[in-house]
């Protein structure tokens, strides 16, 4: 025969009154000779302290939230995050390891609370009331996501202006700025030339273009530095964000 679970019933209670496990309570129950109350009292302190390490608060702060979650770990330690940080400081905390996961949630949120509406790609030119910071980012990620979507030699013609400012208000990126326009430019002066072609024969001339490519070129290197940018200035500015 099995030997019968020790403090059957003072465990029973215990674990009504508490998130703990067989084991862990029976031993609190050997430690307080079969005392629940006592058990429960070392349960919590120990719990207390643990959120007071994790999360350097209070011990009653720490006391109040378990309280509210029946001492559930996890939970306290969410409630505390959400009341202690914004949208996006809890974004960038969760996302730390994918820049690009982290801009995308970021924008997602400031659509949502600025009541921003689409129809397929924001109106830029309706959105310059934002703060700069937040302007930039819209602008900057909306252009990045046009690029991929439609190609480099369309993206060039997407709120040019607009783009290249925001772009040279990031640090070390004004050379691609400069880039774009230039690669307008270019762009430009083969469908003057070339006027009367088939869009397509034009379209087949830019994209053959040596000058036209080494821009190209240049901005498909610095992509990565343009997320690094938008990403040190949410973190930078982090107050003015959701």
Avoid at 42 to 47: G, M, R, S, T, W
Avoid at 48 to 63: F, L, N, P, W
Wanted: charged residues 20%; glycine residues 4%; hydrophobic residues 40%.
């Amino acid at each position: 025969m099995s030997n019968p679970l020790p403090y059957k019933e003072q465990l029973h209670l215990l674990r009504q009154q508490i998130p703990i496990g067989i084991r862990q309570g029976i031993q609190l129950l050997n430690q307080t000779n079969g005392d629940v109350d006592e058990a429960r009292l070392i349960f919590e302190a120990a719990v207390i302290e643990t959120i007071i390490q994790k999360m350097a608060v209070s011990a009653d702060t720490a006391r109040k939230y378990l309280a509210i979650h029946h001492y559930d770990i996890p939970q306290t330690i969410a409630s505390i995050n959400t009341e202690r940080f914004t949208l996006s400081e809890r974004i960038l905390q969760r996302s730390k390891n994918n820049k690009e996961d982290a801009l995308t949630l970021i924008v997602q949120s400031v659509e949502s609370s600025s009541g921003i509406q689409r129809e397929f790609w924001l109106p830029l030119e309706e959105l310059a009331y934002l703060p700069p910071p937040v302007y930039c980012l819209l602008v900057m990620y909306e252009f990045l996501n046009y690029e991929d979507w439609e190609g480099f030699a369309s993206a060039i013609y997407f709120y040019s202006g607009i783009v290249t400012i925001q772009l040279e208000t990031l640090p070390g990126l004004e050379f691609v700025a400069n880039h774009l326009r230039e690669a307008k430019r270019r762009s430009d002066e083969i469908y003057q030339q070339c006027k009367g072609w088939q869009a397509s024969e034009i379209s087949n001339k830019v994209a053959d273009d040596a000058e036209f490519g080494r821009h190209q070129a240049v901005f498909n290197a610095a992509k990565t530095m343009i997320i690094n940018g938008l990403y040190s200035l949410v973190m930078e500015h982090v107050g003015v964000f959701p």
